[in-house]
């Protein structure tokens, strides 16, 4: 699935859809350079998942995890700053990856073979200086209505 955002806001507003639909144990893997809008896609994932405004979701790259408050928990990663996935694990990703909440990672390449079987990897590409090119992929098992309703929100995003 393939969205243009043409502007922060796109950005952040496709992720707050998003961020709508998710439950418990869902993971999000955000993948693209720097600069491309992987915290700014997290910003709506937590706002769709209830976070209130009153915390700021930032870009956890010197604390490598923020956990904040919404509908369910939600653990905001970022490995950027990791060396590898030794350091993931050495972090402990297995208790990020929590079934009552939702995962969000940023910079998931680097951990990817960590990433579980069910996961949705959000890949973000500089297209100028405001647009974007977000592909949005459903790995692994989904379950159909799920699938279904991301598919719609993707669709409305390109109408």
Known sequence: MLVISRSPEQTRD???RLGRV?????????????????????QGLARGL???????VS???FALVNEYRGRV?????????????????ALGYEDLLEPEGV????????????????????EL??????????????VGPWE???RARIGELVNQETA
């Open 59 to 61: 870009s956890p790259s």
């Open 14 to 16: 496709l992720g707050e």
């Open 144 to 146: 159909t209505e799920l």
């Open 22 to 42: 998710l439950g418990k144990g869902s993971v999000v893997a955000l993948v693209g350079e720097l600069g491309s809008g992987k915290t700014v896609l997290a």
């Open 103 to 122: 995962t969000i990672i940023e910079w998931a390449d680097k951990v990817r073979e960590l990433l579980p079987e069910r996961h949705l990897l959000v």
């Open 73 to 89: 928990p939600v653990f905001h990663v970022d490995t950027y700053r990791l060396y590898g996935v030794s350091e993931m694990v």
């Open 50 to 56: 209830d976070v209130g405004p009153d915390e700021y």
């Open 125 to 138: 590409s500089i297209v100028d200086s405001k647009t974007r090119r977000i592909t949005i992929s459903l």
